[in-house]
Nanobody, 121 residues
Framework: VQLQASGGGLVQAGGSLRLSCAPSGRTSSIYVMGWFRQAPGKEREFVGYRSKYADSTVYAGSVKGRFTITENAKNTVYLQMNSLKPEDTAVYYC????????????????WGQGTLVTVSS
C-alpha cells in the first residue's frame, strides 16, 4: 500500500484547509486510515482515524469539533480542518492500518510522506 498525501499550505487562524490521502496498491487490505501530525520540536501525535469496516471515526480531543475525516468511493480519505489555530501548525501524515483501529502509531503499517500545514496568527 502506498499513500499520497496532499493539500497542505499556509492559512490564517480561523481559516480552513482540506488534506487528502490517496491510497494505492492493495487498498482492499486497509482496515483503518489515520491522520497524525508533528509540530516543530514535538513528537508526532494522533489526530483522528476512520475505520472503514467498523464505519467509525475517532478524533483527538484537541481537534474534535473542528476537524472531520471523510472518505470517498475511491478510498481517498480527507481531513477537513476548520477553525484552524496557530497550534495546529505541523506536518500532517496519513497512515493506513490493516489489523485494527487505534490511536497508536504502531498499529499503522503504511505511512504517507507528510504535508505541511502552517497557520498564521
Amino acid at each position: 500500500v502506498q499513500l499520497q498525501a496532499s493539500g497542505g499550505g499556509l492559512v490564517q487562524a480561523g481559516g480552513s484547509l482540506r488534506l487528502s490521502c490517496a491510497p494505492s496498491g492493495r487498498t482492499s487490505s486497509i482496515y483503518v486510515m489515520g491522520w497524525f501530525r508533528q509540530a516543530p520540536g514535538k513528537e508526532r501525535e494522533f489526530v483522528g482515524y476512520r475505520s472503514k469496516y467498523a464505519d467509525s471515526t475517532v478524533y483527538a480531543g484537541s481537534v474534535k469539533g473542528r476537524f472531520t475525516i471523510t472518505e470517498n468511493a475511491k478510498n481517498t480519505v480527507y481531513l477537513q480542518m476548520n477553525s484552524l489555530k496557530p497550534e495546529d501548525t505541523a506536518v500532517y501524515y496519513c497512515a493506513a492500518g490493516i489489523s485494527y483501529a487505534s490511536s497508536r502509531e504502531t498499529s499503522y503499517e503504511y505511512w504517507g510522506q507528510g504535508t505541511l500545514v502552517t497557520v498564521s496568527s
